[in-house]
Every structure is written in structure tokens, then in C-alpha cells.
């Protein structure tokens, strides 16, 4: 995916061709269906990913991703209050603003960013090297980027949609949890507890973040925006690998 689809994908509200003939709405467990399956282009599927996972990463492969993935991470609040910032339900507001806790932490919860951080000291790199961001690609600077940038410009249901690649995500944790202490046994086994938490609150997430959605996509044209948006929030996360892939061969 170049720059110019990315840009285009993420212009939020705008009338896009379809592939599909405009028909009758989709019944709720259809359109949700239709959601879930939108996993196969999930980047638990990514070559990068399927290597990392079965132990084909060098320890740079797994410092590099770990790094770049960290500037994901640190932009997911940024998201998250784009999504407040426009929403007007309080109640939704309400539910969201946990996700924010959730990443920065509070009270003498340290949160998703500093656990992320701990993972980052269990393979090999310095804070400086995590926190100085030098690390990051442009590929994967421009890719999160555009996804923050979507989300302060869609409408606020746009962006909740967007965040429903939390549905593929519990899998994927699982994954690293049950292969890496096998594979890369160097890496202190204290360092994945973000993997761990992410199971319980990625479907907690996802519950509120599909809850929304199918309120919201009723009509035909509305669901296959839906599924635009989810595919646009993927090729996000595959971009990233791409990137990555690219600048750590070995």
C-alpha cells in the first residue's frame, strides 16, 4: 500500500466505489459476519509476523519491532481522545476514556505504555533507544500517523470502527505467549506481560467498539463504508510490518 491509498482510505465520510451492487441492509449478524471476517487480512497472517512467531527472528528483528511497534503504542491515546473529542454521547465518553487509562495508566496502574516499555528492557533495548523514537521507520511513522490523523477527522462512529481490529487481536497475543518463551529464551519471560493483558482488554474493547458499530451502520452504503474503514485500519497494521520487514532483514 503507497502513500496515496493510505491518504485516500483515510478521508473520512467520502463516497468510495464499492464492489458491491447498493441492495438491502445487511441483518446484524450478517453485517457482523461480514466484520469478523475481515481477519484474513489480519497481520497475524503478515510473513514478518508468521516468522516471528514460529522463531525465525534475529534478537535486531525483535528489537526492531518492538521498537517500532512502541511508537504505535504511544499514539493509541492520541486516537483514543481524537475519538472524545468528537463524540457528544457522554456515555460513550464514559467507557472510552478508559482505553486512554488503559495505554497511560493511573493511580498505581502504570498502564500498556510503560509495560510496553518493560518488554522493550526484556529484549536488549536501552529506554533511550525505546523513548528517543530513532528507531522508527518512516513507513510505520507515516502509516500510525495517518491512522491518528483519521480518527480527529472521521466522525467519531468512523473511528470506533477502525478500532475493531481488537477482534483478531486476543489470538495473536496467545500466539506470542505460547511461542516465545520456546523460541527466544533470552528474552526475560517478565517482559510479555503486555500480551497477557491485552487478552481480557482487547475483548472488552471490542464489545463496546462493535456495540457502537452495528448501532451506527444500519443502511447498506453505511456497512460497506464500515468494512472500507476496517480494511483501511488493517492495511494500517500491515503497512507497519511491511516497513519493518524492510528495515530489519536479520
Not at 43 to 51: A, G, L, T, W
Not at 64 to 90: E, H, M, T
Not at 101 to 114: F, K, N, S, V
Request: glycine content about 6%; some cysteine.
Amino acid at each position: 500500500m503507497n502513500a496515496k491509498d493510505i491518504l485516500h482510505a483515510a478521508t473520512p465520510g467520502e463516497a468510495q466505489a464499492t464492489e458491491h451492487d447498493s441492495g438491502s441492509a445487511w441483518t446484524r449478524e450478517a453485517f457482523e459476519d461480514r466484520l469478523r471476517a475481515k481477519g484474513v487480512a489480519y497481520h497475524i497472517h503478515h510473513p514478518f509476523n508468521v516468522k516471528m512467531n514460529s522463531g525465525g527472528c534475529s534478537p535486531e528483528q525483535i528489537r526492531g519491532w518492538v521498537a517500532n511497534r512502541f511508537y504505535y503504542q504511544i499514539n493509541i491515546p492520541l486516537k483514543d481522545a481524537a475519538v472524545l473529542s468528537n463524540c457528544p454521547d457522554r456515555e460513550t465518553r464514559r467507557r472510552w476514556v478508559q482505553r486512554i487509562l488503559d495505554h497511560d495508566g493511573y493511580g498505581d496502574e502504570e498502564g500498556g505504555i510503560e509495560t510496553w516499555a518493560r518488554l522493550g528492557d526484556a529484549v536488549g533495548l536501552s529506554r533511550d533507544d525505546l523513548w528517543s523514537l530513532k528507531l522508527v521507520t518512516p513507513g510505520v511513522r507515516f502509516a500510525v500517523d495517518a491512522y491518528v490523523n483519521f480518527a480527529r477527522r472521521a466522525p467519531w462512529q468512523e473511528a470506533v470502527c477502525s478500532s475493531l481490529t481488537e477482534m483478531f487481536a486476543p489470538q495473536v497475543h496467545r500466539d506470542r505467549l505460547a511461542s516465545w518463551p520456546g523460541h527466544y529464551p533470552w528474552i526475560e519471560p517478565a517482559g510479555l506481560a503486555y500480551f497477557r493483558s491485552r487478552i481480557t482488554l482487547a475483548q472488552r474493547d471490542v464489545e463496546h467498539g462493535l456495540e457502537v458499530t452495528l448501532a451506527h451502520f444500519v443502511r447498506r452504503e453505511q456497512q460497506e463504508r464500515a468494512l472500507e474503514i476496517l480494511q483501511f485500519k488493517l492495511d494500517i497494521l500491515w503497512t507497519m510490518l511491511d516497513s519493518i520487514e524492510k528495515a530489519f532483514p536479520q
